[in-house]
């Protein structure tokens, strides 16, 4: 079943085979969901808001191929999907507060995180950005239900305020004291790891990526692929890169959750698209979806 959340926004219900594990969903994990576009197998990460005795919750943003092609699929289609995964999930003892932050469809994990959270007896802050209000209504409903959670709304349909330091510091004056998770635009996101790696608390940020952003004034580099003796130039992540040159390295969620693209570095630097870190160690593991070449790279 589905139920629309706003105009391109959609919560659907799968109901899944005797295959797949619910036992072993955690809070904030995603799954893998695979259509076929026009004789094309195209997947794409969502994350899970919930399972109960109806189904699999996700949410849909109709802005992508896999999701234009969920959200036009008629009732009772069959669609594959895989076990949960990712390693989103919260970390932190009961007894210690959170700060949760999302913006746009990074409102799925964060809900998810949030529900968590609160069976935890946590206390909580959250800093929601959005322009269409999706899951408002019921996160509202829990914050008039929960003395240990204060919710910030900021609507930027009506506002143009956006994520800095300075309204951080405003919203939860004790933010350095909390693990925070977050999920949301690519923006955001990169203000939010500057911010911690400023102030050198990187250790109390996780965030989970649902766009990833290539720094595109750096240079090509020379990558070589041992295995298949082939060699290019990358001016994009290693797996788009390696495609272009007409390569087919595994691969699954292109965002650096599934660990399906994971292979080893022989040697070179690559930088994390997601948090910025640099790896120039030799025969380390890398995801080549989350990876581009900041020198020649095997």
């Known amino acids: 079943s589905k139920r629309a959340l706003s105009q391109d926004f959609h919560e659907f219900i799968l109901r899944p085979n005797h295959n797949f594990d619910a036992s072993k969903f955690q809070a904030g994990q995603s799954l893998l969901v695979t259509v076929v576009v026009k004789g094309v197998r195209q997947q794409r990460s969502y994350s899970i808001i919930n399972i109960d005795e109806y189904g699999i919750h996700i949410a849909v943003k109709q802005q992508g191929v896999v ?9 009772h289609s069959v669609i594959e999907i895989s076990q949960v995964q ?13 700060l949760l932050i999302a913006s746009g469809s990074g409102i799925t994990a964060i809900y998810s995180l949030l529900k968590q959270a609160l069976k935890q007896n946590q206390s ?16 509202e409903s829990l914050h008039q239900q929960f003395q240990n959670f204060t919710y910030h709304l900021i609507d930027t349909s ?15 004056p004790d933010f350095e004291s909390r693990m925070c998770y977050a999920c949301g635009t690519a923006g955001m996101m990169q203000d939010l790891h500057a911010l911690y790696e400023s102030t050198e608390r ?20 020379q990558v070589t692929f041992a295995r298949a003796q082939q060699t290019f130039m990358a001016d994009a992540s290693l797996l ?5 040159a007409g ?5 699954g969620c292109r965002i650096g959750i599934c660990n399906t693209c994971s292979c080893t570095k022989v040697q070179g630097a690559v930088r994390n698209v997601l948090t910025g870190e640099i790896d120039q160690g030799n025969n380390t593991q890398i995801k080549l979806c989350i990876s581009q070449a900041i020198s020649p790279v095997v």
Request: net charge negative; hydrophobic share 35%; no cysteine.
């Open 124 to 139: 909580i802050e959250m800093i929601y950005f959005s322009r269409d209000g999706a899951y408002h209504h019921e996160i």
């Open 247 to 251: 390569l087919k390295p595994a691969h």
């Open 67 to 75: 999701s234009n092609a969920l959200a036009s699929m008629p009732i």
């Open 240 to 244: 788009e890169s390696a495609e272009k």
């Open 202 to 221: 990187q250790n109390q940020l996780k965030t989970e990526y649902f766009q990833l952003t290539i720094d595109p004034t750096l240079e090509a580099q």
């Open 86 to 98: 990712g390693e989103f999930t919260l970390n932190t003892p009961s007894t210690e507060s959170v």
């Open 158 to 172: 009506k506002t143009k305020l956006h994520f800095s330091e300075k309204l951080l510091k405003h919203l939860v």
